[in-house]
């Protein structure tokens, strides 16, 4: 079990923002609905799940499980502006590996935020013994790619036409790594 | 100028410096989280090592400085649990490994750009486990007498 006694964590923007991040809890199910109402239908064309109907974010609410998917909210006032989410099997060939979702609200975006939740899922991985954390993306979300990237995480494969989004259109799946880091050595001159 | 605190090499000729309610010169870098590293960081980024009229001794002097730098930055991790900073500084010792400290091997300013880098991801690691933002070296150009360039956040 990771521990969460960082959160809730104040996070500031270079922008002067004010954030609040922690672990998303059942009562922030409006508060969620809310944040995907407002993300752009073409970004939501390509969810693995139809955020565009409610009851779906409600099951996700009520069936909070923090083991198996960790969602961190970074609020603004009572207003989530993203939404983190660190996916592992706890068990099996892949327990060791963790995948990262994020999402940011449109008018949060290029303020440096995303950024910043790519570190807080670094720091989760870590603290969940990870050996990599894994990240996917269409190859036209160009700016989180180069954000992953730029945190360390490396561009494994594109596979070509491999998923499709909510009208049928194939897209490139880019899919990148970052290897957890584990030793102490490399750091000592 | 050097800031006794930070030891920051400013210039103060081009524009007035910022005072204290004393009304003394204040180093910029004050209060702003890590000044020291922020400030050993940006001293090499604004050196005169990357311009078109340096020298090999400029060359020389940036490669020490850089030691330096990470040195500072090892000391500061080496009581914090942050693999993921850790790992960046490791990065960025391997790059400095990797420069020719002659500065004649023709990777030699790449490697230096790519120590400073991972230095730099190093140090925003560390502000974000304060809550900070990332540091942002065009912030304080103008005390380098450097030319300010628009900052775009990536994400």
């Known amino acids: 079990m990771i521990s969460l006694e960082r959160y809730p964590r104040e996070i500031r923007l270079r922008d002067g923002a004010q954030l609040t991040f922690r672990p998303m809890i059942r009562e922030d199910a409006d508060r969620l609905w809310d944040f995907f109402c407002r993300i752009p239908a073409e970004d939501k064309m390509v969810f693995r799940e139809d955020v565009s109907r409610k009851e779906v974010v409600e099951r996700w609410a009520e069936n909070l499980d923090y083991a198996s998917v960790l969602p961190i909210l970074a609020l603004e006032g009572d207003q989530v502006v993203a939404d983190a989410t660190l996916h592992r099997n706890r068990t099996g060939w892949k327990q060791r590996v963790g995948t990262i979702r994020i999402q940011i609200a449109p008018d949060f975006r290029e303020r440096g935020l995303g950024t910043a939740m790519i570190r807080e899922m670094r720091h989760l991985g870590e603290k969940a013994a990870l050996r990599y954390l894994r990240a996917e993306a269409i190859e036209e979300q160009e700016a989180a790619i180069g954000a992953f990237e730029k945190m360390g995480f490396d561009r494994m494969g594109v596979y070509p036409n491999f998923v499709n989004d909510q009208k049928g259109r194939l897209h490139n799946l880019v899919v990148l790594l970052y290897p957890m880091p584990y030793s102490e050595v490399e750091m000592n001159f | ?155």
């Open chain 2, 1 to 155: 100028m050097t800031c006794p605190a930070c030891g920051a090499e400013l210039v103060y000729d081009s524009h007035e410096a910022i005072k204290g309610p004393d009304g003394k010169e204040m180093c910029p870098y004050r209060d702003r989280g890590y000044s020291a590293l922020r400030s050993g960081h940006d001293k090499v980024y604004f050196g005169k090592w990357r311009k078109m009229d340096s020298t090999t001794t400029d060359f020389r002097r940036a490669y020490r400085q850089i030691e330096r730098h990470l040195k500072a930055i090892g000391s500061v991790l080496e009581t914090k649990d942050l693999p993921a900073a850790k790992r960046d500084l490791g990065k960025a010792i391997e790059s400095y490994y990797a420069v020719d400290p002659e500065g004649e091997s023709p990777d030699a300013l790449r490697f230096m750009d790519h120590a400073l880098s991972y230095a730099h991801m190093a140090i925003d690691d560390l502000l974000h486990e304060e809550g900070l933002p990332p540091h942002d070296p065009m912030e304080f150009s103008k005390w380098y007498d450097a030319v300010e360039v628009p900052f775009k956040e990536e994400w």
